[in-house]
């Protein structure tokens, strides 16, 4: 199984390094990176997507106020340079908290999560299904 992945991030050096570890994990599909939060937030809700990558410092709009406006099929995985804004992560929902600067051992755990969690959904839909 791929996971369909934005990233959104306002700094470019961050964009270009989430990227490059996006593309190097096999369950990973890279569909777009934005710096504009608010084309990502659109293309995060108008997408196939399963995951958005996610800021929490930006200047047009904070990563938690962005995340209550995408669809709720989508999951975030927050990342930021601040480990004080982990609890407000999970709070808000989402299933990983990664402290910059990313690493591949830190993407694939949260991709191993994310997969995870919808292997469980899986069959609890298809245990309701037969029943």
Known sequence: ???????????????????????????????????????????ANQQNVDVVLLDV??????????QKQLKDSVEVIINST???????????????FLQKPLTAPK???AVARVLEMKRILTVQETLASAS
């Open 1 to 43: 199984m791929k996971l369909n992945v934005i990233i959104i991030d306002d700094s470019l050096v961050q964009l270009a390094l989430s990227s490059m570890l996006i593309r190097k994990n096999e369950h990973l599909n890279l569909l777009g990176i934005y710096s504009d939060p608010f084309l990502g937030l659109q293309a």
């Open 57 to 66: 410092e930006m200047p047009e709009i904070d990563g938690f106020s962005l």
């Open 82 to 96: 601040r480990a004080s804004f982990e609890l407000q992560a999970y709070i808000n929902g989402a299933i990983d």
């Open 107 to 109: 993407i694939n755990g």
